[in-house]
């Protein structure tokens, strides 16, 4: 590639995670932040293999053949995610629950492909952390990482960078994004109404990530709601069409909490996001905003 | 585990308080890569030729049967980089979108690499979206935000990537029939 003095900004997409992922690099050599990128891509894959439901040979297709009490050993990264959740189920009494994968498969939103047993009755707090990256299972259980690896995903991306020296840059993955660097930058939200039409509510952030859930209620879009990935056990509760967005400092908090705001009540979705210095936006079917919590 | 506090690097938010609305609000638009640099960020170094074909009426047909879209209809444009590997430049269309996209084949017929060169949403929600924009109304001008520039940051309902994992599939089934050795 040709090699430019100037320092302008190198923006790529690739479709990745289900969607499409964007990096863009701003303030560097032309040639080091396409490579930056390239190594960021890689990395984006490289999570997507360990934790996706649908490739049978992912770490949690290994962890969901498990039988009860059987132990493995997987990566660092998923190790770290699954500490993540447990935290997260803790804070939230349960809300916030990894083993719905069961309960996905069974409304066949995801693949029954590449599971072996069809008895699962574990929640996330069956999942047991031992040293050196093992996990054992104590029940067997199901577990669907689809809520919280995306934003998990988005923060590797952004390590990547981070450790090419990029000054500025943005990671978006189909709405999950984090960004480093001195710029301020807009972000436009998106309702579930306005899907494909118009874009929405703005906020600016620095050196920080978002990421936005919304819950459509009977509609033919449904399934393009990440949310329903916990919905499940709670849909009495989940009646009416939401949109919320959560900013932090890492994607994989701001992800995971648009969940538990969408699903816990107040007091506990104040305490988590407390804990994770988050602050979040809910809205309404119409797009309007309800509330702003922190 | 123990719970882990997230860091104390801290992330600036900039509330809004308020904005006004100059203007319609244009759907979301993207040029990431033009076809020169999309053959060097899934080549580097190569050079390129035009592929021009020149398809048997019979292999047009199989062609056709196979893909289940008229050969009139698909609009890719095929280069060959030196190295044997193939690049294309596709586009495909949504109900909400066009993505203008180039995929890269290797020599043995796998895929290289798949990069979104071009990605425009459909616009047309201006009037739909007049009681969202009334909440910004007679608010203080907090920051200069033209709703006609450039958005370049969406949070929320996104598209997903199935129309452009449904032409890569289109493009190795034509490339199988009509290029492999």
Redesign the interface.
């Known amino acids: ?1 040709t090699l430019h003095l100037e320092n302008k900004t190198v ?6 995670l ?3 992922v ?1 990096i ?1 690099v701003n303030g560097y050599d032309e040639c080091q932040a ?1 490579q930056a990128i ?1 190594a960021a891509f890689v990395e984006v894959e490289r999570i997507q293999k360990l934790m996706s439901f649908h490739d049978a040979m992912s770490e949690v297709s290994a962890l969901n053949r498990l039988a009860a009490g059987e132990s493995i050993q997987v990566s660092v990264e998923t190790y770290q995610v699954l ?1 993540h959740a ?2 997260l189920y ?2 939230t009494q349960g809300i916030f629950d990894i083993a719905m994968g069961s309960e996905l498969v069974n409304k066949g939103i995801l693949p029954a492909d590449n599971l072996s047993n069809e008895h699962w009755e574990g929640t996330t707090r069956d999942i047991e ?1 031992g040293p050196h990256g093992r996990v054992r299972f104590l029940k067997p259980t199901c577990i669907d990482l689809g809520g919280i690896a995306k934003g998990f995903s988005v923060d590797q991306a952004i390590k990547v960078l981070q450790e090419h020296g990029v000054p500025n840059g ?1 990671v ?1 993955a ?4 984090r960004m480093i660097g001195d710029e ?9 109404s ?7 509510y ?11 859930s ?1 819950v459509r209620v009977n509609d033919k879009h449904s399934h ?1 709601s990440p949310a329903l990935h916990i919905q499940m056990p709670l849909k009495n509760i989940l009646n009416e069409e939401r ?1 919320v ?1 959560v ?4 994607c994989v ?1 701001a992800d995971a909490l648009t969940k538990v705001v969408l699903l816990a009540d107040n007091k506990t979705a104040e305490k988590c996001l407390t ?3 988050a ?1 979040a936006w809910v809205w309404d079917g ?4 309800m509330r702003e919590i922190n | ?1 123990s ?5 104390q ?8 308080p308020g ?1 006004v609305i100059v203007a319609a ?1 244009p ?2 638009a ?1 040029v ?2 033009n076809v020169e ?1 999309a053959q ?2 899934i080549f ?1 170094g190569e050079k390129f030729t035009d592929v021009s074909l020149d398809l048997s009426a019979e292999k047009q047909k199989i062609l056709e049967e196979k893909l289940g879209v008229s050969l009139g209809t698909m609009k890719q444009k095929i280069w060959r980089a030196q190295n044997g590997g193939y690049f294309f430049v596709d586009q495909v269309i949504g ?3 066009l993505i203008i ?1 180039a995929l890269g084949i290797n020599i043995d017929g796998s895929i290289r ?4 060169m071009e ?1 425009r ?6 009037i ?2 007049k ?2 924009r009334r ?1 910004f109304e007679g608010k203080a001008v907090d ?1 200069p ?1 033209e709703l006609n520039q450039d ?11 199935r129309h ?2 449904e032409g890569v599939k289109r493009i190795l089934g034509f490339y199988d029939i009509a290029l492999r050795k």
């Open positions: 590639m923006r790529r997409c690739r479709p990745m289900g969607t499409l964007e863009a396409h390239n500490k447990l935290a803790d804070m952390l943005l978006n189909g709405g999950d994004m301020k930058q807009v972000v436009w939200i998106r309702h579930s306005t899907l494909n039409d118009v874009v929405g703005p906020i600016w952030l620095q050196n920080a990530a978002v990421a936005t919304s393009l949109t967005s900013v932090a400092d890492q908090w804990f994770y210095q602050k119409g797009g309007q905003l | 585990m719970l882990v506090k997230t860091s690097l801290s992330f600036h938010l900039v509330s809004i904005i609000m759907g979301f993207a990431y890569l640099q060097q960020v580097p109900k909400h979108e996209y690499q798949v990069e979104i990605y949403e459909a616009y047309g929600g201006e739909r979206h009681r969202w909440q920051a935000l958005i370049k940051n969406i949070s929320g309902a996104t598209l997903s990537c452009v994992t």
